[in-house]
């Protein structure tokens, strides 16, 4: 057994798809398909079932995830080891950011990173808060960022940066001639909405119960997973949305969105990391530079 099978088994059942963990590893089909076939043929088990196209864990499949995690978590903690006593002259750092902060707030604070330490390899995923948080519970990130609540007594969470939420409509919404509307007419209209488990998502709905209402009562005609989706969708449509302001931004500046005032809550993003895991040079300097911020 080597590492290298271990890697492309929890790419695989990560990914419940041979292709795509493939192409996330950067191997041909054939190689990764062989190194699973191989680690069962071995042992004498089947680790996952082949079921129409994809491919799901078997039981023996799903104990092994676990071990499997484990072993590469401690490699990765030694090679870890030796890139410290180089003193940050190599390594890598995995960073996991939530939508709003990963394609807004924290590129050019990484781009500044970089050019401090350039021979440091940066690895960065957007995804929403739920699974920013479990990707460094997992071991999957060193650190994430993100612009939700997360409770995870496994995670530090540090204070840094932050934005606004902000009502946007499109030209044809009736809103677009108010600059300021009551929140009793927020249950008169239609809403596009980001899906739960995003950052921005559950800032709506904590603003919402300070207005007594509840979610139940507007009318959602649609969520969607993605940030430019949503302001995309508004703006050719008679639906509002609640998005960042850092998001916002750029339709307001080109007239294609218009903000209508409504006092909402700001926040700040929060800065995770794993509390029993032994933070890097690389991590500890890219903690340091944010914190500035």
């Not at 192409?23 to 004498?44: C, F, V």
């Not at 995830?65 to 072993?71: D, F, K, P």
């Not at 488990?197 to 997973?225: H, M, N, Q, V, W």
């Amino acid at each position: 057994m080597t590492l290298e099978q271990l890697r492309i088994f929890i790419a695989v059942a990560e990914q419940q798809h041979v292709t795509r963990a493939a192409g996330e590893l950067n191997l041909t089909q054939s190689a990764t398909s062989a190194a699973i076939a191989a680690l069962e043929a071995r042992y004498d088990v089947k680790l996952f079932d082949r079921i129409g196209r994809g491919i799901v864990l078997t039981e023996a499949g799903r104990e092994f995830l676990g071990e499997a995690r484990a072993v590469v978590s401690r490699a990765k903690a030694a090679a870890q080891a030796l890139d410290d006593l180089a003193g940050l002259k190599r390594g890598a750092l995995s960073v996991a950011a939530s939508q709003t902060v990963g394609n807004y707030w924290l590129p050019p604070r990484l781009l500044a990173f970089r050019q401090s330490y350039p021979a440091i390899a940066l690895q960065v995923s957007i995804a929403n808060t739920e699974q920013v948080a479990d990707a460094v519970h997992d071991g999957r990130a060193d650190l994430g960022v993100v612009e939700g609540e997360v409770d995870d007594p496994a995670l530090s969470a540090t204070r840094i940066g932050g934005d606004t939420l902000a009502i946007v409509v499109g030209s044809r919404h009736p809103w677009a001639t108010q600059s300021r509307i009551a929140a009793s007419k927020l249950t008169s209209t239609g809403w596009v909405l980001r899906e739960r488990g995003s950052g921005t998502r559950a800032l709506f709905e904590a603003a919402l119960k300070r207005f007594d209402i509840a979610l139940a009562d507007l009318d959602i005609r649609l969520e969607l997973p993605s940030n430019e989706a949503l302001r995309a969708a508004v703006e050719q449509s008679d639906c509002a949305t609640a998005i960042s302001d850092l998001v916002a931004a750029p339709s307001l500046a080109a007239g294609t969105l218009h903000r209508v005032r409504l006092d909402l809550p700001g926040r700040s993003f929060t800065l995770l990391r794993h509390k029993e895991h032994t933070a890097s040079k690389a991590v500890t300097a890219m903690i340091e530079a944010l914190r500035k911020e």
